[in-house]
């Protein structure tokens, strides 16, 4: 089984979150910024800033995480954010070589 991550991005004014699964950020990240596909969430409320992420082991412990995020309320995902970015700073570039360590 593959890797995967959770990951929790946001807008320019931190007004919406998206939360997603993948198993390779880095370039999941860059198709958010892209737009890639145009008629999603993320590209209409232009979220694509990365503000929290976990990884793990195998891609499905990363869905059941993400199950247990999104359930959640917005109150909560801002308290997870917080608990690792207080800033809500944009974490792409900590990450954007993950795959290739």
Known sequence: MKPGFVYIITNKYQ???YTGVTSNLPQR???HRDKKY???FSARY??????YYEQFQWIQDA???EKQIKAGSRAVKNDLI???????K???EEIKDIMTE
């Open 15 to 17: 007004t919406v979150v």
């Open 29 to 31: 990240i860059l198709e």
């Open 38 to 40: 145009p008629g999603s």
């Open 46 to 51: 232009n979220v694509f800033y990365l503000v």
């Open 63 to 65: 869905i059941t995480r």
């Open 82 to 88: 917080r608990s690792i970015n207080p800033t809500w």
């Open 90 to 92: 944009d974490l792409y």
